[in-house]
């Protein structure tokens, strides 16, 4: 910006210069406030010969500048500013403004080469914010110079009162205003450190608001500020009034401390007519000192009985004194030996005495249980109304002790009494195999509820039991009209594998080794059903061919799968190896030396099964002897 001021000002010299030396014509009129100087013989109040304009004739006017020059003042004192030309050009009319910013205009100045870098707030105000007339420290100088004090940028101080009202009205006169606060805002005073203050904020002053002990007042001008100094503090009384009125003296700290009214670390209640115990001393000062009004009464209570404080839950049932069964430590906590509960109606026996006291004793219920003689008066009913057919109701007593719900006393012995008397290995099968966990709607309210199932509705084996047969019986059970036993009309409770089952009331009766054979090997398990372990795979029991090749491999290889009667008709079913076969009804009968030929003489095995070959047989002699 300096050379293009000083390119434009040698331009307006050397035209000046011409115009001299052509005919001394002025090369402009001068502004309004150089207007005394119009006209062609004052030239050389601001020019010299061969200099242009002079700087030294300049100050010779403006002499509160050149005073600033002179002590290294301000904008005009730093190096490049030294032409007067520079920034304030003349010759181009009276209403010409005499200063020239630069091309992006005022706003782009660089105030930190006046000596005054604008900070924080400061670099957001406009120029003529600051610089007015109002806010030059000494006008006086600068109208004796005849200066435009609206127009003027000299005279400004960079002490905060010189443009800024003091706000705190003089109490802290002589101390810097940066010392508190900052330049970004005035409030909050960022840099007051109150510790530094006569008062110093410990505990709960901490975090007073500041208006609330600094309270506003009003100006002799009309105008409210806030107070700071002088404000009385030695006293807590100076701030705070007495809950006590007096009653305990004016040393609050004595007993009190900053952290809260509530803490009284001085304070020692053991020195009182009434020393705190158990859960006494955890009690706030005010549940007990209360007087209404805000205000907390110490004096004159009355606390000879704990019915004082306390509402008696016993409603005076057991007398006025708490103390003889019940400690400070906690209303829970009964003395030891205090309280017997022997001599009340229901002793405590069993797992009841060690049940708390407001298990059964609710509150808002009278201490006195009318219909105590019965579980359910305390207790839910876990079985959930299965045994209220029975003819005692379901009373618990029945199968349970005070001792402990679990185990139950009902034993085997008593089983045989029910619907379903246990023999066998039943026996030794746990209560819970069988009374398992079930869900249950509950009649009362409809939710489903969890419970152990007692009533059965059935009691044949599949209510416990999985059908190993899958079904396979049913037609025989039904046409044997044996479908009410189910499982039993061939199984007893000594054990599963002990059949009592018939085999001749099927179309199937068993003879000769067949007796001898297990169910298995003809009522092979099924190999494509999918179960859990090989022993528990479901045995095949109907829908069997009667058929002997249905179990039976044909060793024979087919030979005689055209010949009537099948298998039979050579085998019987006591041996494989006996057999009732006649030679003669062959096509070679054996007569002579062939009638006691052992078989295999003639009927060798053969091929890679190693079957004994029958037919076809040569019938000729030299078929079967050679030579």
Known sequence: MVRSLRRLAVAAGAALVAAAAGAQISPGPLSRPHAELEGSRNCLEC?????????????SCHKILGDRISRGLGLHAQPGYEGCHTCHIEHHGADYELVWWGDAGLAAFDHGLTGWELEGAHDRVECRSCHTAANIGQPGPMRTARKNLDRSYLGLKSECRSCHEDEHRGQFEGRDCLSCHALDAFKPASGFDHSTAEFILTGGHANVACADCHREESALDGATFSRFRPIAHQQCS????????????????????????????????????????????????????????????????????????????????????????????????????????????????????????????????PLRISDFGRCASCHEDSHLGQFANRADGGECASCHTVASFVPTTFAVADHLTGRFPLEGLHQGVTCVECHVETSFRRRTDGEIVVARKFAFQRLACVECHTDPHEGTTDPWLTRAGLVDAGCAACHGEAGW????????????????????????????????????????LPLRLGGLDAECATCHEDPHRGQFSDRPGGCGSCHTAEKWATLDFDHATTAFPLTGAHAPAACVSCHLPEGPGGAVR????????????SG
């Open 47 to 59: 020019h010299s010969k061969g200099q242009g304009v002079d700087r030294a004739k300049c100050l």
């Open 238 to 365: 100076s701030c705070h009034r007495d809950p006590h009125r007096g009653e305990l003296g004016d040393q609050c700290s004595s007993c009190h401390a900053t952290a809260s009214w509530y803490t009284t670390p001085g304070f020692d209640h053991s020195a009182t007519r009434y020393p705190l115990t158990g859960r006494h001393r955890q009690v706030a000062c005010a549940d007990c000192h209360r007087e209404g009004r805000g205000e907390l009464r110490f004096r004159g209570l009355a606390f000879g009985e704990c019915s004082d404080c306390h509402s008696d839950p016993h409603e005076a049932r057991l007398g006025l004194q708490c103390a003889s069964c019940h400690a400070t430590s906690g209303w829970e906590t009964v003395r030891a030996g205090a309280f017997d509960h022997g001599q009340t109606e229901f002793a405590l026996e069993g797992a009841h005495t060690s049940v708390d006291c407001a298990a059964c004793h609710l509150p808002g219920r």
């Open 497 to 536: 594998k002990e059949s009592v089952f018939d085999h001749s009331t099927t179309a199937f009766a068993l003879k000769g080794a067949h007796r001898e054979a297990s169910c298995g090997k003809c009522h092979a398990a099924e190999v494509d059903v999918v179960v859990e372990t090989a022993d528990r």
């Open 614 to 625: 029958y037919r076809p047989l040569p019938v000729t002699c030299e078929g079967c002897h």
